[in-house]
């Protein structure tokens, strides 16, 4: 027989990518179908529709439908061997959702494999515009949950989360494409619904009685993430050349299958440094707090991930950039290397836009007697970003549960991971050490990866096993000694200072 192979697929926004791996897990193929460019009849920007209220956000559910036909073309004309496919599973944008119409079970199930799958179903949503996750039409209904189960905190201990806005999603919905009924929902994504306890795996009677009547049934049992869910519907041997028995393995949402793909073990934590900063925690114990997201974890459901977002990440570094170095990294960068760890205790935070961990906004800075202060050298303004933005994502990571261990590895992606200097100081806040990796497609190869997993998950075999020969991640930093005892001190006065921010928004000195 040939060489097996694995397909890893991701339903993002803006586009449908897909990876095949071997079984030494190189990467053997990748194409993607981008939803405006490829696909302009759907009239797209950004592969979304923002409507007239600039709070409804959808995207057309036959877009997705017909960008899988399109790749699975273009797949086959470059003479793609599909029935060397022996898993495959996928990735789905999280918090957007689709709505079959009654019936619509049979026309998947029986669809012909003479006709692009879009004509089969063109006639099987009941919405035909799907809410996806920058929709937020939905504020006071979430306001109405939260109410419904006793407030926003209480709805966090059990769901992982306050109501972030939406209901039913897209992984399980591109699953079902491809097994050929209704798939069921994984823990993972299925967390971050504000429907699901995290802790049982089971839905939240007082969250569905709050939504709607009937909605478990229409939601049906979720699954463990690594769950086989079926051979490949007939369709694809048909009309593609896949292996009738060729496994479908859950699909999950982006999120945790990045997670996979950045091959996150216990203890570790990934910092992506893009427009906004986004962590990924592995979290044995959690503790839901009224910020942040916790999922069940897509690698392993013993335990838990947490995400953390904070908006104002490399936009707000580049404005300190050309306002203290000239608009010179090399010059950011002698900066700090200039001044001390800890810099004489010298503390700011750094909000050009309305921050979402901690809710602030404003320039805030304060000396080392915790006085507030107008302004710091160009040098000092540096390093207080730097530190300040940091020592917030140390603190409420640990918020969330999170503990450094000293086997932690902190992976580094996204613009501000190719400086070295800003990586030391990340590496001495959280006293471990920083490695970095490529991420382009880590939703896609993680969730290859999980396809593999899957076939040998009942054998209690981990993701760690089964990826163990992946390239490792390179070592960029390692934390300078005695920076634990260094900002120790720093980080608890930081976080008491984060509260002053909060509760005191008119003292902001929004100047530059």
């Known amino acids: 027989m040939a060489a097996p192979c694995y397909l890893g697929w991701d339903f993002s926004t803006q586009q449908l990518k897909v990876i095949a791996i071997d079984e030494q897990l190189r990467v053997i193929y990748e194409d993607n179908v981008h939803f405006d460019k490829d696909l302009p009849e759907f009239k797209t920007q950004g592969g979304v529709y923002i409507h007239s209220d600039r709070l409804t956000v959808t995207s057309p559910v036959l877009m997705w439908v017909k960008a899988l036909d399109m790749i699975l073309e273009k797949m086959k004309s470059s003479g793609f061997n599909f029935s060397h496919v022996r898993a495959l599973s996928g990735a789905g944008q999280q918090h957007g959702s689709v709505y079959w119409k009654k019936g619509s079970i049979q026309i998947l199930k029986n669809a012909s494999s003479e006709l692009p799958l879009h004509q089969s179903l063109k006639d099987c949503f009941s919405v035909s515009n799907s809410p996806i996750w920058m929709d937020s039409s939905t504020t006071s209904q979430c306001s109405t949950l939260e109410k419904a189960v006793g407030g926003a905190q209480h709805l966090a201990s059990i769901t992982g989360s306050r109501a972030y806005e939406r209901i039913s999603l897209v992984s399980s919905f591109a699953a079902s494409l491809f097994l050929g009924s209704y798939a069921p929902i994984d823990y993972s994504d299925g967390s971050g619904m504000n429907l699901l306890q995290i802790w049982e795996k089971v839905w939240s009677v007082s969250c569905l009685d709050a939504c709607a009547p009937g909605l ?8 463990p993430s690594h769950s086989v869910l079926g051979p490949i519907s007939p369709y694809y041997s048909q009309r593609y050349g896949f292996r009738p028995d060729c496994k479908i393995v859950a699909f999950t949402g982006d999120n945790p299958a990045s997670l996979a793909g950045m091959r996150l073990q216990e203890g570790d934590i990934a910092i992506s440094l893009g427009t906004s900063d986004t962590l990924f925690l592995w979290i044995q114990e959690p503790t839901p707090a009224l910020e942040g997201h916790i999922l069940c ?15 104002n990440g490399s936009l707000m570094r580049e404005r300190i950039r050309d306002d203290c170095a000239s608009g010179s990294w090399d010059e950011f960068s002698k900066a700090l290397s200039s001044t001390a760890a800890g810099n004489n205790g010298n503390l700011g935070f750094y909000f050009d836009v309305m921050e979402i961990t901690p809710e602030a906004v404003g320039i805030h800075r304060f000396n080392r007697d915790n006085q507030k202060v107008s302004d710091f050298p160009k040098e000092v303004e540096i390093r207080a970003l730097i530190e300040g933005q940091f020592m917030a994502k140390r603190i409420h990571a640990e918020k969330l549960g999170y503990k450094v261990m000293s086997r932690t590895r902190i992976l580094a992606t996204g613009g501000a991971s190719h400086n070295k200097k800003i990586l030391q100081v990340l590496s001495d806040v959280f006293n471990a050490p920083v490695y970095t990796i490529d991420t382009a497609n880590s939703a896609c190869l993680g969730s290859a990866y ?10 209690n075999m981990s993701l760690a096993d089964v990826v163990k020969s992946a390239p490792e991640p390179r070592l960029a930093v390692t934390p300078t000694a005695g920076a634990e005892e260094l900002y120790r001190p720093l980080l608890k006065r930081y976080a008491e200072l984060e509260q002053k921010v909060i509760y005191n928004p008119t003292s902001s000195c929004l100047a530059k």
Not at 217 to 223: A, D, S
Not at 450 to 455: D, K, N, P, S, T
């Open 450 to 459: 999980r396809a593999i997993h899957g076939l040998v998950a009942e054998k």
């Open 216 to 223: 478990e049934e229409k939601l049906g049992c979720p699954v």
């Open 297 to 311: 974890n897509p690698v392993d459901s013993r335990t838990y991930m947490a995400l953390l977002c904070f908006k």
